[in-house]
């Protein structure tokens, strides 16, 4: 296995090449190495986002599996800014569970994205079904410029 994928990414999910992101490129956590909030850091970058751009819209797939809507806020900064963030907590543990394995991440998360110049900022929707958040943002009509011949004399 080679580790060129892992710290680059690949073309679908790497936010290091993509000018509208704004997440920060971290090698410490690309490779593993988790500060003491190991827990909240793993949240904050297993929260997974596809983006994709229609000729309509700019969509944004987020993966939530066992968030309710009620958790998750979808905001809008003046600067063209798309914040997506939440909690996902840590189940209660009883005392008389025995855990084998913990994989599941939990804690704060938020994932950031600098949206287009063609945003409609003031129609953005939000829908939650099974899990996954969707985040369509309508994209205004490109007007094209008329041309004009101009005849030339002489």
């Known amino acids: 296995m080679s580790l060129i994928p892992r710290i680059f990414g690949d073309r679908r999910s790497s936010s290091l090449f993509d000018p509208f992101s704004i997440d920060v490129f ?3 956590k690309e490779l593993g190495f988790l500060d003491s909030n190991s827990r909240e850091t793993s949240a904050f970058a297993n929260t997974r986002v596809d983006w994709k ?3 309509e819209a700019h969509v944004f797939n987020v993966d939530l599996p066992g968030i309710k809507k ?3 806020k979808v905001e809008i900064e003046d600067d063209r800014v798309l914040q997506i963030s939440g909690e996902r907590n840590v189940e209660k543990e009883d ?11 939990s804690g704060k998360f938020m994932r950031r994205f600098r949206l287009p110049e063609n945003a ?7 829908s939650m079904e099974n ?12 007007k094209k410029p008329d041309v004009k011949s101009i ?4």
């Open 26 to 28: 971290d090698p410490f």
């Open 53 to 55: 751009e229609t000729p």
């Open 70 to 72: 009620e958790e998750v």
């Open 95 to 105: 005392k008389n569970d025995t855990w084998h394995r913990v994989e599941r991440s």
């Open 120 to 126: 409609k900022m003031d129609q953005v929707k939000a």
């Open 131 to 142: 899990g996954v958040l969707t985040v369509t943002v309508p994209k205004e009509d490109v």
């Open 151 to 154: 005849e030339i004399s002489g």
